[in-house]
């Protein structure tokens, strides 16, 4: 992740002039390359948009078009389908902002100096449990605590911690050492390098750790519905137990795209909030 | 020292001096300290260069001065109050801190970064705006031109520039520079060489530098610290007495060989004389400046702009072939400042080819010519030359291993500063006859 080099935003590097008079070679070509490079930047978030419209029109087009029983139409019917989704949306939210509220001081508190030593077994920790499968997670859990609505929420934030609690550690890990000592060098306290230098250089890292978790929240709050926690779920568990394909197929299909859309919001705020000169 | 500082003040110096008494770091887990019983005294508005092997304490000691790293024992004394005890961020804020490459925050732009010690220090934003122009102006960058770039969008060079203008933001007393220039190519690097001793001249901090290029350490240093292992001080004196006069084998072996041609390094370009050169504008036309090159007889002109910076040299065959003189700069023009050490203006030279160089002043106005001839002529003078006694050397020791010493020492530290010179001096007898 956080690897696409926009490095093409203001690539420019004035030479070190022989007689000190500053020369600005880039200056006379930047305004034509700028454009250039501002679409690329953007290329891959166009086009991430452009997949998601497509295919929102090829589901209307298709549900419009399928000969759909009574019981499918009331199930589809425009207004429920808003209303699973509003409230798939809400869950996801709910449970992100818990996720942070949680994930970004522990990942700070555990890069710290009094900590610091627990960096690496951590972080080795949140590498594993991230490569275990959601599902898993929750039907461990729930052997474990029961199945219950504390057991599936515990378990979903828990999962979607691992990836902002990472990306957080990592991110602050990565800022230059030299950069944290020039502050303190300067006279800014601790706190002031880790507001001012350090949390603001880890953004980029840390907003893409926030994407994977509310892409994997998405997902996995399809599975509030087996605790009647409500959410697009209920479309795939109709469509299973009456054997309803077309609901089924929908309900993935529009977990699916709001997994794709709130990625696609992701990167845009990753792109905008990506610090300047970097 | 306070009484010292303040009554032999000569005006001009806005620098402090600084005392290191007894000063012992201990790093948790290791045996031996880092550094070990050092007692070093630094003079006000003068550059002290730190040099020595890798891992011998330079980087410790430096940063024990601003207590980025705090002394196991020992007290750190500036301008003549303690700050061993004093709230560490404060006392950061009044001392200038450049490191290698700069250490410029790249999510900020040049200005942000110069901004940051006045914005804690709470200055308004006219006014740090205006400070940010001044600093800019001093390290020869255009504000107009960089003030809002990123620091990506500066080459090496320029970026250590500004790290300077960034130390020197509050116009603190004191600059701490941590090899400073080691990540920038030796051209650059003798351009910034010249540069702060040109900001020096006019500012006169107290500069304490660590380097491991003992070129430049003579080259900029007023006195020259040579540390050994465990930040023990095997001789701290002038340039040309460590040269002419090397305390031990030690020191003898850290100059390396070529002592006679660092003689070269020890004299500069300012104290030769300079030839005279016929000086043209951008937008005069070429036959009138071929007319007077002509008339003085000489072979080039020189172009300046309009801050009489050169940027062009032109001989008279270019000059014939030229109608209107441009204004565009020539990327390799050969330029030394006026401070650089003889050394620095034969390498130029030599790289470029021209058999001479063009002579810059404070913020690069141009000064005059300098030729090989001159150089040769300069060498056979100082082989002549008698190594010149230093008076007033500061006080120097380590008292780790020297118990007598160290109870000497620290009387002598809060009385005259002549006896604890004698004290170092028979303490670096002792060492040598030891050996
Ligand atoms: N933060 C630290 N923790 C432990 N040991 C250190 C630390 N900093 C420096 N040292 C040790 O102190 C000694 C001196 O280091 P340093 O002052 O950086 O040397 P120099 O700058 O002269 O190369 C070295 O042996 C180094 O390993
Ligand atoms: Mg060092």
Known sequence: MNTRTLNAEAGIAGGDSAAGIPVDPAASTATVSRGRAIWASWK??????AGII???LALLVWLLTADLSTIELTTLAPAALWGYTVEHLQLTLLAAAIVLVIAIPLGIALTRKPLRFLTAPVLAIANFGQAAPAVGVVVLLALWVGFSFWAATLSLVLYAVLPVLRNTMIGLDQVDARLVEAGRGMGMSATAVLFTVELPLAVPVMLSGVRTALVLLVGTAALATFINGGGLGILITTGVNLSLTTVLVTGALLVALLALLIDWVGRVVEHVARPKGL | MSET???????????????LDHVTKRFPGQVKPAVDGLTMEIPAGKIVMFVGPSGCGKTTTLKMINRLIEPTEGRIVVDGDDVTEMNGDTLRRGIGYVIQAGGLFPHMTVATNIGIVPKMLGWDKARIAARVDELLELVSLDPALYRDRYPKELSGGQQQRVGVARALAADPPVLLMDEPFGAVDPITRLRLQDELLNIQDELQKTIVCVTHDFDEAVKLGDWIAIFNEGAQLEQYDTPERILGDPASEFVENFIGSGAGLKQLTLTR?????????????????AADVLARVAEAGH??????????????????????????????????LPVVGIRATLNDALDTMLVSSAGAALVTGRRDMFKGVIDVQTVMDAITRSQTAAVLESDQAPVGLNTGMFQVQASAASAASAASVDSVAEAADELAADTRAAQ
């Open chain 1, 44 to 49: 891959g978030l166009v086009y991430q948009l």
């Open chain 1, 54 to 56: 497509l295919a929102c």
């Open chain 2, 5 to 19: 500082s303040a009554t032999t003040t000569p005006t001009g110096i806005t620098g402090a001096s600084i005392l």
């Open chain 2, 269 to 285: 370009v300012e104290e030769v004389g300079l030839a005279e050169a016929v000086v043209g504008n951008p937008g005069e036309r």
């Open chain 2, 299 to 332: 072979g080039h002109a020189v172009i300046v702009d309009d801050r009489r910076r050169p940027i062009q040299w032109l001989s008279r065959r270019k000059l014939g072939r030229l109608d209107v003189i441009s204004d565009v700069p020539d990327p390799k």
